[in-house]
Every structure is written in C-alpha cells, then in structure tokens.
C-alpha cells in the first residue's frame, strides 16, 4: 500500500489525449471525437488531421501494463489521469456504461498493485457529444449533468481513489481551447481570432462550470469517502511586454484578472474579480450572478488547487485581442517552448502569491513540463537526448522546492507528461513525454529527462 501522506512525485496524463478506443465497448462520441474526424480541427492548425482514435493506446490493457511497469522504473507514487465521461455515461447522462466503468476500476487496481496511487481527473475537456449540442457549459442544466457523472464516479471508485480533481484548466478549456476550435470548424481565415462576445458568453459557460465544480464537491463530501477533492486552474503570471507602457502595464492587469484571480477569487472570498466582471458584461449584458451562487462556490472550497504552471505570459495591448490584452503569441525571449518562455522563477512567484493572497491552501502541482518541437530531441537509436526538457524540469522543480521550504503547503508534483500524447490543436506535432512514442508502431523509449526525473525522486523522495 502507499503511504498517504507522502510526497507526491507523479506524472499526469488525460482521457483523449492517450487512451484511442475511441469506439470501444460501448463509448459514446465526446466532442473531440467530432472535431477530429468530422471536422478535422488539427487541419487548421498543424495542415493535417490527427485524431485521438489511436492515441498511445492506452485504453488497451496489455500496452497499459507495460506503461505502468515504465512508471513503477521511473519511481513515481502517483498517476494523475482523467476519465472519459462518454465511457461512463454514452449519452452524457442517463444510462451507466458498464464495460466503461470496469476500465478504470482495472486500470486502478493495476495502478494500486504498483504502488502508484491514482489520481482521478474527472473532466478534463472531452465533453459528450449529446451534451455540447444541448449547448455544453452555456447550459446550466450542465450543472446538474455533471453532478450526475461525477457521482458516478465517486460512488464506483471513491472506495480506493483518494484524491478527485473536478475539472482541469477550466480557463483554457473555454476560452481558448474551445474557441480555437470552433473558429476551426467555422472555417474562420484566423481561427486564432477571438472576439469581445466570445469571451463575454464563455463567462456563462466558466460560471456554469465553477458551480458545477462546488456542487460535485459538496456531494463528494456528503459521502464521506475519506479522500480529498480538488479543482486544476491554469497558472499564467503575467509580464507587460513593455513595462513603461501603461496600455501593456493595463493589458497585462485585465489577463491576471481574467486567467489567475477569476477562480481563487471567488472559490476563496466569494466574488469575481470586479474589473473582469464589469468587462464580460460590457460584452455580454445578460450575464449576471446571484449571490446564492457565489455563497455555493464560496462555501464548498476545494481540499486543494492542482497548480498547472508551464510559463509566464507577456501581454501587449492589442485592440484585435478580447479585451484588448494579447497574451498568446508575445514571448520576446530566446528559448521558445510552445506554450511560453523558460522562466522558473515565476514558479516559485506564483506559489507563494497564491499562499500569501488566499491563505496558504493545500497545493499539488498537477502539471508542468516542456513541449519543445520533434527537432529538439535528438532520436538516435534507443536513446533521445532532449536537452531542454531536462534542464526545464529541474529548474522548476527546484523553484516549486524553494517554495514549499519558504512555506507553502506543496504536497506533490505531477509532470506533464509521461509519454508522449496528442496535442488537442496540435495532434502529435507537439512532444511532452518524457517518454518518447513512435506513433506508427507504439514503441516506447524513455528520454533523457526520463533518466534525470528518476534521479531527482531517487534523491529527493519526501520533496
Ligand atoms: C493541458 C494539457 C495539455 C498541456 C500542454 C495543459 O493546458 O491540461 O491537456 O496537453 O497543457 O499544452
């Protein structure tokens, strides 16, 4: 058995991102598997259309086991993984998918039996398809539709799963990720073009989400299962790009606000930041919230915030972004990672802000790591240098530990990723893995930051 109270070294993965079977035993369509095969979203990006139909196959048991025995090498205690809502319930709601939920009742026996204690995603953004043509998350029935899946979960694996996460990243679920690929699928010249009103009716569909997240939670501590029960929010520190311009100096202010606060301000003090509320209603006039929403949220706090933190973000003014703050495609610096500047220190920053503004919470780290481009590995037979990967993980593993001696209450650190895995916009044109996949033939080889990662959790075991 495990040890509960130890520090958590694992590594973290999601639902459509590695498992394919995309049709198997019963599933459901999830919006993902539209956008990929009816709509070729990747196309308007990458110029080719990947899906996660295959992934990294790890919806098939034979190749799990074997990733699980790589993990069990590797030396971690902890897997953070997301369960595929269309797997459970086919339809969204209604009736449970039986073989569906047997794959992760084994998938987590497997993981128990290695010593790995399984973290469970709830959401993390492949929707049933039924629901998002009710209107997904811009419908508050969502709240009830979710309540009724995440019981389903609680009820079939809270027995041995100790640590839930409502949802990953709801901000760059909803208003990027999504967004993007309805531009996508409209055939949109930019996709990457994002309006005012886009953002203003998203701010529905977020709220929806928040009071989906503390009704689950409240539920989930009605059954008293013993565990703990947590929210993942994306992490961007911001920089003005120009410190001595105060349109950057606002810009940068409006996308804290609108990414960082928008979640900790109201799950710990009870309201939205007012800046950003006042934006979203300028744009979107009908969105309002009542004050026995924001008592729910307030009064069914998360056990824990999963910190995802990649990198900061520099933010210019810029009158064709929504809200005039441009914060996607700016980073001046020299390394260029795909989801933003080298910058460890902002790790450490971002950690202690969080302890010191919302009174020192229980903090995991649910995801860090480095896409870099298939380039900057260097494949040589049964060896992959990334170089940068390495370097980049224990950089800000050393700052997220610099932090928790300074104080705050870390108790864990999940890498993104363990193997390599599709990219959602991206499909497998972007590398995360420490362990390297060839997507044709499913050959696994641990890279170079496989070997480093396994010596840092070798030296450091308590964090
Ligand atoms: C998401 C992952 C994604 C990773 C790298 C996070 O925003 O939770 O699903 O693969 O970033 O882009």
Partial sequence: MFVKDKFLWGVASAAYQVEGGYQADGKGHSNWDI???????????????????????????????????????????????????????????????????????QLIDDLLANEIEPIITNFHWDLPYKLQEKGGWGN??????YAEYANVLFTNYGDRVKKFITFNEPFIYLFFIEPLAHNAIAKKANPYAISNETYGKQAEAVHHLLLASATAIQNYHQLNLGGAIGITLSFTPTIPLNTNNAEDVQAARIFDGLHNRWFLDAMYQGEYPDNIMKLHQ????????????????????????????YAPAYVKADDSAPYNAEWFSTNPDEIKMFNGPVRPEYLYK??????????????????????????????????VKDPLRTDYI?????????????????RGYLLWSFCDNFEWLFGYDKRFGVVYVDFDSQRRIPKQSFYAYQQIIQEMPDG
Avoid: C
């Fill in 140 to 145: 508050l029935d969502s709240v009830q539709w």
């Fill in 282 to 309: 300028k744009y979107n006039p009908t969105f309002q919230v009542s004050a026995e929403d924001m008592q729910l949220i307030a009064a069914n706090q998360p056990d824990f915030i999963g910190v995802n933190f």
């Fill in 350 to 383: 971002l950690l202690m802000w969080i302890k010191n503004e919302y009174s020192n919470p229980v903090i995991y780290i649910t995801e860090n790591g480095a896409g870099f481009g298939v380039a900057d590995e260097q494949l040589n037979g049964d060896i």
């Fill in 35 to 105: 956008y990929t095969n009816d709509y070729q979203v990747t196309k308007a990006f990458i110029g080719k259309q990947h899906t996660g139909n295959v992934a990294i196959n790890f919806y098939d048991r034979t190749q799990y086991l074997q990733d699980v025995a790589l993990m069990k090498q590797l030396g971690v205690n902890a897997y953070r993984f997301s369960i595929s809502w269309s797997r459970i319930l086919p339809d969204g709601t209604g009736e449970v998918n039986s073989k569906g939920v047997d794959y992760y009742n």
């Fill in 394 to 410: 224990k950089r800000h593993i050393d700052s997220a530990l610099q932090a928790k001696r300074d104080g705050v209450d870390l």
